[in-house]
């Protein structure tokens, strides 16, 4: 018996031991992620938090659903194409993006805002330094925490994407009427595991959802059950008067958590259970058999889901980020996109640049304080051919940085050959020399 207990005990300890190396290798950063920095900004930007800070109290103070819609924001942004930004590029005549595909119509204009202010204001004191991206990610951790949720550390140091696409949305976000393995299938292919699902779903103990979302499980539900079962009968009959009208007025909505709609808690898991979610989603969490031991077990203890919601999310905040120049860049607008992407045409290589409404395409200020020739000249009347460009010929990223406030409220065409950049705009043509290499 004697010689048994050490057995157990040495079991017992190296169960222990696989069980954190696995939850380490689980929680561990990618490699795209390894450079990221908690003080990356010490010296390039050293008021990056505190700018931050002012801009983001003052909109929260100002306007208090800022939280919420930001968190939200966060998350669609991460889970497309990775913690990189693309949710804020603007669609134009030639790209629709991210944020104009259907799922993303309803999010919230006042986290877009905050993003663009605290970027307003950033540019001011350390120009082209600070990503849109970990203006974001750091915007959706302190708004969290001014509503009551928990701190989790934001390694800084990502580069704003590139490509920002409606197309890669679809089959990538949560949607309210998803079953219970489509939500998991969504999460599991970002390496988060049912747990960490459940635990970033509590964002929901926060912010508004739109009645058009969930208006399918209270009106009309099947042909012979007016309401989905699973919604408490006087809450589905509330849901019901306040969404009356939702059909003409589609921004009628009502707050997720009615028990405490202002304060990130764990009261959204003990609502869950009593019928009181008010998407579909949240429903089918609280009644499938993967999830419900997860809803029981926050709604029973909040520190442990404050620990859980911060990890999960940490984790996400470092999905697919871009650290390297030949997928992302530093935005000198939130919503603009420098390089949109290089187009083989023929023998001919186009760099299409998104426009930001510069109402003549010659008249824009440009900071040309990097370029090796910090000249522009400007040629009026017809630009007549435009020559081929050579064999070795490139955009560079130099050039990326300054082309910001170039382009006219029409994307333009844009022509590189050995360092000169032509574009046509309109009848009119512009020369650029920019630094080759």
């Known amino acids: 018996m004697e010689e048994k207990k050490p057995r157990a005990l040495l079991s017992l300890f190296l169960c222990l031991i696989l069980i954190q190396i696995s939850s380490a290798a689980s929680a561990a950063p990618t490699s795209s992620s390894s450079s990221l ?53 603007t669609s134009t005549p030639f790209n629709v993006a991210e944020r104009d595909a259907d799922i993303n119509l309803s999010l919230p204009g006042d986290a877009f805002d905050v993003v663009v202010r605290a970027k307003t204001a950033l540019e001011l004191a350390c120009p082209a330094v600070v990503s849109c991206a970990d203006i974001l990610a750091v915007a959706a951790r302190d708004l969290l925490t001014m509503v009551g949720g928990p701190y989790y550390p934001v390694l800084l140091g990502r580069l704003d994407g590139l490509v920002s696409a409606a197309s890669s949305v679809e089959g990538n976000l949560p949607r309210p009427a998803m079953t219970a393995d489509q939500l998991i299938d969504i999460f599991a292919r970002n390496g988060f595991s049912v747990r960490e ?22 009106y009309n539900y099947t042909a012979s059950m007016s309401v989905d079962p699973r919604y408490n009968p006087r809450f589905a009959a509330a849901l019901q008067r306040a969404c009356a ?53 926050y709604g029973k203890d909040q520190e442990l889901f404050f620990r859980d919601f911060g990890n999960a999310i940490q984790k996400l905040s470092l999905l697919g980020v871009k650290v390297s120049k030949k ?54 009347g ?34 590189m050959e050995h360092g000169r950049a032509y574009s046509l705009a309109g009848n009119r043509c512009m020369l650029g020399m920019v630094r080759a290499g």
């Open 197 to 218: 699902m459940v635990a970033l779903s509590g964002a929901h103990t926060v912010g508004f959802s739109h009645c058009k979302e969930f208006s399918y499980g209270i």
């Open 245 to 297: 009208n939702y059909v003409n007025v589609s921004s009628l909505s009502v707050v997720n958590d009615v028990m405490t709609p202002n304060k990130f808690d764990n009261q959204y898991y003990v609502n869950l259970p009593r019928g009181l979610g008010v998407l579909g989603s949240d429903h089918t969490l609280a009644n499938d058999p993967r999830t419900r031991p997860f809803v029981d077990l």
């Open 37 to 89: 920095t908690l003080n990356y900004y010490g010296e390039s930007c050293p008021r990056f938090e505190q700018i931050l800070q002012q801009v983001i109290t003052d909109k929260q103070i100002t306007t208090p659903t800022t939280a919420a819609a930001t968190l939200r924001l966060f998350l669609h942004d991460c889970l497309v194409t990775g913690s990189d930004g693309s949710i804020l590029i």
């Open 382 to 415: 017809t630009c007549g051919s435009i020559r081929e460009v050579k064999e070795g010929a490139r955009p560079v990223h130099s050039w990326h940085d300054h082309v910001g406030s170039l382009a006219t409220s029409l994307a333009q065409p844009v022509l």
């Open 327 to 380: 997928d992302g860049e530093i935005r000198r607008s939130s919503q603009l996109a420098t390089l949109q992407g290089i187009e083989n045409v023929s023998s001919k290589v186009y760099l299409w640049l998104v426009g930001v409404g510069v109402p003549e395409a010659i008249g824009f200020p440009l900071d040309l304080g990097r370029l090796d020739e910090p000249k522009w000249s400007k040629q009026e």
